[in-house]
């Protein structure tokens, strides 16, 4: 019997394979042998670098337009056509016109079409208020890009921490593959006591359990490597996938002293204090005189026929000048002021606090550094010490003189020390691309 092909599941089997393939080609593998290499491929694509220069812009744009507001140029324009309908009357004395005195006359006075184009420009030729926020503009700039420096350093802290756990994580594996395959072996020959009647099944039972608890733990670091690439990728705007080829042994010798004085977070808090500082000088300002340069040229056609008539009256008014205006301080502007002025003495609070707060940091960081290279001595001394008092009592158990439950102690011990000796190698890894990282800015 033939069986017929169902065409809607292949196709949409066949467009499953078309996708899945365009998204494996789409996202390629990248590998990189070094933090710098991945910080380096980080600007090209994520969105922080991005944002920075959309941030750039907007502050050179905000410059401009306090150039511009120096001047604030206005070129108010109108035209209008009116038919006077019905136009007001108004009352003359009639002896002008040859009448008796005493008696008054009923005057229409103006055209009933009057259509007239206006056009005032004006600008500004001395505000202070104005050409202080130039100065604001430029202190914005400098700040923007001390802010897009904080979050570029911010993003390469990230990147670096995650990639230590990568590296952390990688370490243990190969630590946990060879305790693995310890583990197998003292199975094996649990085993083959028992079968020969020397060990007990519970001892069969500890050293299998010990075997799974090794795998599990295995298993444990694949998914949490999984994770932590997951997270590197998205760095990347999960645009590749990466794989890092670096590995933690080759900060086993790392001797360098190191030091850092980066202030990047001192310099922000104080470029918002400069930034407080105009703008309340800007406000202090408002409160002055502005003079400007006004105009005014207009032009009006009348008519009592209609608009634009043949042989109507076209004329026109004009006035140039000079304009001092004063607008009184008020309540809210008042408010304003006082309140900036309380923002600027906290600010100054700040910048003194921030001083202090990053030469803590910086020390810290130092000796952070220092801490994981006693670690890596002081630890490298213990591994050595637990796996020659495993491999004393492997050949013990082997000769039945030591009991299993030791034996599996002292590899746990030996194990736990190795891994101890890959996260303190991990931390100085950290430790020290920290502080680099902290000497770029």
Same mark, same amino acid.
Do not use: C
């Given at each position: ?34 933090? =710098? ?230 310099? =922000? ?28 040229? =207009? ?143």
């Amino acid at each position: 019997m033939i069986k017929l092909v169902n065409i809607h599941k292949l196709k949409n089997t066949l467009l499953l394979i078309i996708v899945s393939n365009s998204t494996i080609l789409a996202q390629e593998s990248k590998a990189f042998s070094s933090l =710098n290499e991945v910080l380096e491929f980080s600007k090209s694509k994520n969105y922080v670098f991005q944002n920075a220069k959309f941030q750039t812009q907007l502050a050179s744009l905000t410059k401009k337009t306090a150039i511009g507001n120096v001047f604030n140029p206005k070129m108010n324009t109108s035209a209008q056509a009116l038919n006077n309908i019905n136009q007001q009357v108004s009352f003359l004395p009639a002896e002008a016109f040859g009448g008796v005195s005493g008696s008054f006359k009923e005057v229409v006075i103006g055209q009933q079409y009057v259509s007239t184009f206006n056009i005032q420009p004006q600008f500004d030729i001395l505000n202070l208020s104005a050409i202080a926020q130039i100065k604001s503009a430029k202190i914005n700039e400098q700040l923007v890009e001390n802010q897009n420096k904080i979050n570029e350093q911010n993003l390469y802290d990230k990147i670096n921490a995650v990639y230590f756990n990568i590296l952390s994580f990688n370490g243990q594996k190969e630590i946990l593959n060879e305790n693995l395959s310890i583990a197998e072996t003292i199975l094996k020959i649990v085993y083959q006591k028992y079968n020969e009647g020397i060990a007990r099944k519970q001892e069969v039972n500890e050293a299998e359990v010990n075997f799974i608890s090794i795998k599990d733990k295995l298993e444990q670091l694949e998914m949490n490597t999984k994770i932590q690439y997951q997270i590197l990728d998205l760095f990347f705007e999960n645009t590749i996938k990466a794989e890092l080829k670096q590995t933690l042994w080759s900060y086993e010798n790392q001797t360098n002293t190191l030091t850092t004085n980066s202030n990047l977070q001192t310099q =922000n808090i104080d470029l918002q204090k400069q930034l407080t500082q105009q703008e309340h000088k800007s406000l202090l300002f408002q409160n002055l005189p502005v003079l400007s340069f006004v105009s005014s040229f =207009n032009w009006q056609n009348l008519s009592n026929t209609n608009f634009f008539a043949s042989g109507s009256n076209w004329q026109n008014f004009n006035y140039i000048g000079l304009k001092l205006g004063w607008e009184l301080p008020t309540v809210q502007r008042l408010s304003n002021t006082k309140s900036k002025q309380i923002q600027l003495e906290t600010l100054k609070n700040n910048v003194e606090h921030s001083i202090k707060e990053t030469n803590n940091s910086n020390e810290q960081m130092v000796l952070e550094y220092e801490k994981s290279l006693l670690q890596i001595i002081n630890y490298k001394k213990i591994y050595e010490l637990k796996k020659d008092t495993y491999e004393k009592n492997f050949n013990q158990f082997k000769e039945n003189i030591l009991p299993l439950d030791k034996l599996l102690i002292s590899q746990n011990d030996m194990l736990i020390s190795k891994i101890n000796v890959i996260t303190v190698l991990a931390n100085v890894g950290f430790n020290v691309n920290k502080i680099e990282i902290n000497n770029k800015f």
